[in-house]
């Protein structure tokens, strides 16, 4: 299994509260992605990094900040939380070689906001 | 722009059975295609992939065959087991990874 951890695994907070979610990776890749997982959506791509302080915009990045100061950690902030915001998120990474490189997810964080 | 399509499920069949899944894509250029699998409670994993058309990627009995003429990267497997009920996902990556929504599918013993 790939080097990915997330954590916390499992949260419950309030609306207006502020969450940050951490990934962390021992695999030195350079990619990084935050995604979510709703039921008939698929995965939504929020954020992604291509290097240590660089990031990007995915599809639904609104009410979310990320922040990369080291390469293994990837960090997802929801600023003020809403109940739409209640979702499973996921954390992938990918190495180089191309983009027929598979990427390689966590397990996932429940979050329910209340 | 770039999507992929796949069968809505949730799929059930009888242990032994014959699996499709379907997946269907648009794109621009010319994508890698993957399909992932999801287990409860777990992140997706890469089952198979594709790099150019005609190629098949196969993996723990599934196989799938990248289909420039039809779009098409279905999912095969010619006797599915208890164990492979899980979520699976289609995917495409040209300039970024594209996933479909996903087929639940549920294996009765």
């Known amino acids: 299994d790939a080097g990915i951890t997330q954590s916390p695994r499992h949260k419950v907070t309030e609306t207006g509260t502020p969450v940050t979610l951490r990934c962390h990776q021992t695999?030195?890749?350079?990619?990084m992605y935050w995604y979510r997982q709703d039921p008939g959506h698929g995965l939504r791509l929020i954020h992604y990094?291509?290097?240590?302080?660089?990031?990007d915009k995915g599809e639904v990045s609104d009410g979310y900040s990320v922040s990369r100061s080291k390469t293994e950690d990837f960090l997802l902030t929801l600023e003020s939380a809403t109940s739409s915001q209640t979702s499973v998120y996921f954390c992938?990474?990918?190495?180089?070689?191309?983009?027929?490189?598979?990427?390689?997810f966590g397990d996932g964080t429940r979050l329910s906001i209340l | 722009g770039d999507s992929v399509t796949q069968m809505e499920g949730p799929v059930t069949l009888s242990e032994e059975a014959f699996l499709t899944i379907n997946c269907t894509y648009t794109?621009?250029?010319?994508?890698?295609l993957f399909w992932y699998v999801q287990y409860p409670g777990e992140g997706l994993q890469l089952l198979l992939k594709a790099t150019k058309a005609d190629d098949k990627g196969s993996n723990k009995g599934f196989e799938a065959t990248y289909r420039k003429e039809t779009t098409s990267f279905h999912l095969e497997k010619g006797s599915v087991q208890v164990s492979d009920s899980a979520v699976y996902f289609c995917a495409l990556r040209d300039d970024k990874i594209i996933f479909g929504k996903g087929t639940r599918l549920h294996i009765l013993p």
């Open positions: 990094s291509y290097g240590v302080k660089d990031t």
């Open positions: 794109a621009t250029g010319y994508p890698s």
């Open positions: 992938a990474i990918r190495g180089e070689g191309g983009d027929n490189q598979p990427q390689h």
């Open positions: 695999e030195n890749h350079r990619y």
